[in-house]
């Protein structure tokens, strides 16, 4: 079941979820994912997909299992909460370091709402996704926005420069980052977030417990892990426990705080409990509409 992991996480991200669209089943279905692979890779997938759900033989296998099932429920998820966001009347989207997410295209909510959405990330990978998406597209398709920018240097307030309207209600996606940033920048976001969320906004975005940033032995795999992460130059540089994690976001001002464990997530799809915790999690943060606040 080894997957050969890509020399970026954002490229090993996109590749469980193009692995997922080759198991027997699937939480979403992807078809656009392809457009970021070559032939030979699909082929190879079709002609001998792996099962993701096959027992591990040994701790690097066992963590990519835990690795592949976190970032399916993990997306799975995050479209339900857009989904349920935009039926509520949010008007657009923030994906922050968005990477090669495919959203904006097979999530037929944001077509028909006419969602405007703003993907940000990297100069590089901005660059990048951009080059894959015009040789589907004579242009960039309307309504999508490609933003380069970086968390560790760039003023997020750029973005109404670009479009963004902080007096909208929005979807704040942000997932798979907070972990390579340190604690000052993960903060300056959050801050970010806070002050820019209107009444009807919802923000959800992922961490880690603190297990995961160095080498131990109660996550299983992690020194793969740590070893493979070192290797690429994207170590994990920020953890912290779910109910700290509670406790910093209510100091910064933020309300109904929902914290769910892989295995909530877990139990909420696939119906049954069998990752660990203290490993990766999920938060979400909702502000009353102007309704409820009447």
């Known amino acids: 079941m080894k997957l050969n992991w890509k020399n970026s996480t954002n490229k090993g991200t996109l590749m469980l979820k193009l692995v997922h669209q080759f198991q027997t089943e699937t939480l979403f279905t992807d078809k656009y994912i392809r457009w970021f692979f070559d032939r030979d890779s699909i082929q190879a997938l079709e002609k001998n997909p792996p099962n993701m759900m096959s027992e591990p033989k040994d701790e690097e296998e066992r963590f990519q299992k835990i690795a592949y099932l976190y970032v399916i429920l993990r997306e799975k998820y995050g479209d339900d909460i857009i989904e349920s966001a935009i039926e509520a009347g949010c008007q657009q989207i923030l994906l922050l370091g968005a990477g090669y997410d495919t959203r904006f295209f097979r999530l037929s909510s944001i077509q028909n709402n006419s969602v405007k959405t703003f993907e940000v990330d990297l100069p590089e990978t901005i660059e990048n996704k951009k080059q894959y998406l015009l040789k589907q597209f004579d242009n960039i398709p309307h309504g999508l926005s490609l933003i380069p920018l970086d968390l560790n240097q760039d003023d997020l307030d750029c973005l109404v420069e670009y479009g963004f309207n902080p007096q909208t209600p929005t979807i704040y ?81 933020f309300q109904n705080i929902e914290i769910l464990q892989q295995d909530d997530l877990e139990e909420r799809f696939l119906n049954k409990r069998s990752l660990p915790n203290n490993m990766w999690y999920i938060v979400t943060v909702k502000t009353h509409s102007i309704e409820q606040n009447r």
Not at 182 to 204: A, H, R, W, Y
Request: with cysteine.
């Open 173 to 253: 996606i942000w997932q798979g980052v907070s972990y390579y940033l340190n604690q000052e920048n993960v903060s300056n976001t959050l801050d970010f977030i806070k002050n820019k969320m209107t009444p009807g906004s919802v923000f959800v975005f992922d961490c880690c417990s603190p297990l995961m940033t160095f080498k131990n032995e109660t996550i299983p795999g992690i020194n793969f892990n740590i070893d493979r992460l070192a290797e690429i130059g994207e170590p994990y540089r920020f953890g912290m426990y779910g109910d700290e994690m509670e406790r910093w976001l209510s100091e910064k001002g």
